[in-house]
């Protein structure tokens, strides 16, 4: 699949009215992390990773691995646009009964390599992936997605290592860098900078990105692997609740869900943005 920079806008904002909808519907938050991830999901689904989505498990397709599992109603409503399912399934979202939970499942539900929910988890199975891919002799490459608040866990470093002791260039990390996180900013939680130098100190080949901006996201994931041998991160700088001029850049949006007249202005803004 290889959309043009004004088809992966208008995907990027179909994916945030689907997440503002779905997590009014079901009553489950984390619309703000949903939205500041629209763009790099539309870039790696649209014009990035090698997928199928009549074959979702196709042997050398990409794999995708959403760290930051509670923003997994941008990874469903992603999906359901490129094809894997109807959209007209993304009403059951949250709803009792459904194979779409409100932390990304792969239970059921086509394109999804991985449960994911609790933090730090990601890249480490991402890793193994990847060196799994590597023995087989594959050429696919596996993408992980990770929140900036979850590079506090020592478990993404240990991964860090590894994947730079065992040379695996089939691997891309990309940090959701929008320095909101669950309850506080980054930067008075725990502060991460200089956060390219830690990854560059652990071997990683390293840049940083506009989140938000689709060339700049192509530019900088052709180029990888930058180095044969080294894993690669892409930090991309993002705004929590990108979209919403009321939600962006507010600790509220990461567990409030929209609903009433929030919903309605919510929606008002994406529709004519």
């Not at 920079?5 to 519907?25: D, G, K, W, Y």
């Not at 086509?110 to 929910?117: D, F, Q, Y």
């Not at 959701?176 to 560059?200: C, H, M």
Request: proline share 3%.
């Amino acid at each position: 699949m290889t959309l043009s920079t004004q088809q992966l806008v208008e995907l990027s904002r179909r994916i945030r009215i689907h997440v503002l909808r779905m997590t009014s519907r079901g009553g489950s938050a984390h619309v703000g992390a949903g939205f500041s991830i629209a763009d790099i999901l539309a870039t790696l689904y649209g014009n990035v990773m090698r997928h199928d989505p009549k074959n979702p498990r196709w042997a050398d397709r990409d794999r995708f691995v959403l760290s930051k599992g509670h923003a997994g109603a941008a990874v469903y409503a992603t999906l359901a646009e490129v094809g894997y399912f109807p959209t007209e399934q993304l009403q059951l979202h949250y709803q009792d009964g459904s194979i779409f939970s409100g932390h990304v499942s792969h239970k059921g539900v086509a394109g999804v390599e991985l449960s994911t929910g609790s933090l730090g988890h990601g890249l480490g199975v991402g890793v193994g992936m990847a060196k799994a891919l590597k023995l087989a002799g594959k050429a696919a490459r596996v993408f992980v997605l990770l929140s900036d608040g979850e590079c506090d866990e020592g478990s993404i470093w240990e991964a860090a290592l590894f994947a730079r002791h065992h040379e695996l260039d089939n691997l891309v990390a990309l940090v959701d860098y929008n320095k909101i996180q669950s309850l506080a900013p980054v930067a008075e939680t725990l502060g991460l900078e200089p956060f390219r130098a830690k990854w560059e100190s652990f071997g990683w080949s390293a840049c940083e990105v506009n989140g938000h901006d689709h060339l700049d996201l192509q530019r900088a994931l052709a180029a990888m692997p930058v180095h044969q041998g080294r894993p690669s991160v892409a930090i991309a700088h993002t705004t929590k609740g990108k979209g919403v001029s009321f939600m962006e850049n507010t600790v509220l949006w990461h567990y409030r869900t929209a609903r009433g007249d929030e919903f309605d202005r919510a929606l008002a803004e994406l529709e004519r943005s």
